[in-house]
């Protein structure tokens, strides 16, 4: 849509003036550009000094066919559009421009220059202006796609916050990167970025026997080598001194064939336990 294009348009407001930025869109219905513009001997343009746009034109055949634009100050005169864009009828000195684009190549806004301090728009500004354009199309894909992933790393972080059972990630040197609320209270502290081998030791965790698990066998070690835990019973003490009961499972990550941490879940069992107990 137009209507999310960004526009940085440079125009002469009045004798001297030289850089100016705005936004275009949408506005009851008319697309519209609001530009401010500046000169070192003139104060700034009023940042409300909107002008209108009717659909269609070269901003956007440049949206949808071409990847850059240049006209001369007399092609600018003589196009419909262009030629008197500016209220007031401060005529442009030519018109270069070149889109940016999103992740897929499509067009999501433009970069629009309108004047130069000395000569016309040439050839070698239109290459430079798509190369401006190529980088400034990268740095906005890099900050959509850190604001996708976050988003999604906080919809993953709400989800997991809302599990019953216990969820621990771990990487690969077998550091606690992560956990939601249930591990906390089935441990009896929070367990991120907690030493392994004291937090076992405090743990006591032993198997269905009641044996105590050496280090090298805990699910947390056999998940580091890349081995698959499924619903192995383990019993332990936590920080609160509560012996509790929990079937865990656990899944290894892979990065080119070499394990790299995982995901660990405890499904408590300490009450189910203590009712059968009781009958």
């Known amino acids: 849509e137009l209507g999310s294009a960004l526009v940085l348009h440079r125009r002469r407001v009045d004798a001297g003036a030289r850089i100016g930025a705005g936004g275009y869109g949408l506005c009851d219905g008319r697309c519209q550009l609001t530009v401010t513009a500046h000169a070192d001997d003139h104060s700034p343009s009023p940042v409300d000094d909107v002008f209108a746009l ?29 030629g008197r864009l500016v209220k007031g009828g401060h005529p442009l000195r030519g018109l270069l421009s070149a889109r940016l ?29 798509v190369h401006l354009a190529t980088i400034a199309s990268l740095g906005l894909q890099h900050i959509a796609q850190r604001a996708e992933a976050e988003h999604h790393a ?28 249930a591990a906390t209270a089935l441990f009896g502290r929070d367990v991120v970025r907690t030493d392994r081998t004291d937090l076992a030791r405090r743990l006591d965790t032993r198997d269905a026997e009641g044996r105590p698990i050496p280090f090298s066998q805990l699910p ?10 499924s619903k192995e019973r383990v019993a332990f003490t936590n920080s ?3 012996r509790r009961v929990a079937i865990v499972s ?3 990550l892979w990065i080119e064939g070499e394990p790299v941490g995982g995901v660990a879940t405890w499904h408590d069992m300490t009450e189910r336990e203590a009712l059968l107990d009781r009958l």
């Open 154 to 181: 906080n919809e993953m972080a709400a989800t997991f916050a809302a599990l019953a059972d216990a969820v621990v990630v771990l990487d690969a040197q077998g550091n606690i990167t992560w956990a939601n609320p």
């Open 54 to 82: 009717g659909r269609g034109g070269e901003h956007v055949a440049l949206m949808t066919d071409a990847v850059s634009l240049r006209l001369s100050e007399a092609e600018v005169q003589l196009h419909p559009i262009w």
């Open 250 to 252: 656990a899944t290894p």
């Open 101 to 129: 684009t999103d992740v897929t190549g499509q067009a999501v806004g433009l970069i629009v220059l309108t004047d130069k301090a000395e000569g016309a728009l040439d050839a070698e500004d239109e290459a430079l202006l």
């Open 220 to 229: 947390s070690s056999r998940l580091l080598r890349g081995e698959l835990i």
């Open 240 to 242: 609160d001194g509560e």
